[in-house]
């Protein structure tokens, strides 16, 4: 049995058709979508190092550092870890708010990632 192309009955959309497919059908497809997209968008946060109330360095730099400045003045800085310890109390001097675990992930991760240039 066939059904009938869109019908309207009280301002409502009764049996309307997209594409051969039912609008009911397509809505709750959508919506299905949307629930996986927002779980796996959870999953993959609560992955993070974020979710073990660690952060990495990474994020550290650039959730303090660009409360102040750009990304590309820590990027252009190529500096020892003992450059880097005073660079950072110096920030924490002028107000950054690092806490004392923070400090050593965020100079080790400065080191690591923007020290000397080996040659």
Known sequence: MRMKPSTFKK???????????????ILCYRSRIRFIVCAAMLLILMAG??????????ELVQNRCTECHTLFQVEASRKTSREWRITVSRMID????????????LIDYLTDTYGPEKS
């Open 11 to 25: 301002g409502f959309i009764t049996g309307r058709r997209i594409e051969g497919k039912m609008m009911s059908d």
């Open 49 to 58: 190092p974020g979710c073990l109330g660690r952060r990495s360095g990474r």
């Open 94 to 105: 002028y107000g950054a708010r690092i806490s004392n675990k923070e400090i050593r992930i």
